[in-house]
Every structure is written in C-alpha cells, then in structure tokens.
C-alpha cells in the first residue's frame, strides 16, 4: 500500500503564490506517475498536473504557465504562481502505478487552498 500526505494549503491573496508537497511512503516502489487533481465546491474533480514514470510533465491550459509539477525521490511538489480565485479548492496529490496516470490508483486526504479577491 502507498500512502501519500500533502502539506497544508492555505489563504493567500490573488497573484501570489503557494507550494505545496506530497510525500509518499510505504510501497513507494509501486508508484509511477504522480500528479495534482483539485475539485472546487459543486464541481468535479480535474487534473491540474501530472508528472509520468519517464519524466515527462503535462498541465490543462488553465494551469499552463502558472503551476509547475516536480519530483524529489518520493515527494511531489506542486509549485502554484499568479494564483486566482478560481484556483480556489481542495487540492489532491495522486499516485498511479501507470506510468502515466491512466488510472490513479492512491490518493491523499486533500488540502484546503483559499485564494482572496
């Protein structure tokens, strides 16, 4: 089994920025790909970066430019700059045993990320 642990969102006002990390732990060796999923209130939940097995990395248009996916070893990272209300929800850190997150296969518990007008 993988566990994966986000580190703790927060508040922060339009235009700045925010990281945020995933530490996976357990059987870490199963994990491929990672990525960042967020749901807002009343809407689904959607993939917001990805980073397969081969390195290779891939965000939706709204996050293109703005948010940078990385990866140390077994903790993920989500770099999220020029930040708008609309990116306000609650962020996912994802695991997949795919090689690129064709099924997620873990998840983590979620982060509150708040972003003011």
């Known amino acids: 089994q993988v566990q994966l642990v986000e580190s703790e969102g927060g508040l922060v006002q339009a235009g700045g920025s925010l990281r945020l990390s995933c530490a996976a732990s357990g059987s870490i060796l199963r994990v491929n790909a990672m990525g960042w999923y967020r749901q807002a209130p009343g809407k689904q939940r959607e993939l917001v970066a990805a980073l397969s097995g081969t390195g290779t990395t891939s965000y939706p248009e709204f996050a293109q430019g703005r948010f940078t996916i990385t990866r140390d070893k077994a903790t993920v990272y989500l770099q999220m700059n020029s930040l708008k209300p609309e990116d306000t929800a609650v962020y996912y850190c994802?695991?997949?045993?795919?090689?690129?997150?064709?099924?997620?296969?873990?998840w983590g518990q979620g982060t509150q990320v708040t972003v003011s007008s």
């Open positions: 994802a695991a997949s045993r795919t090689w690129s997150m064709n099924v997620i296969d873990y």
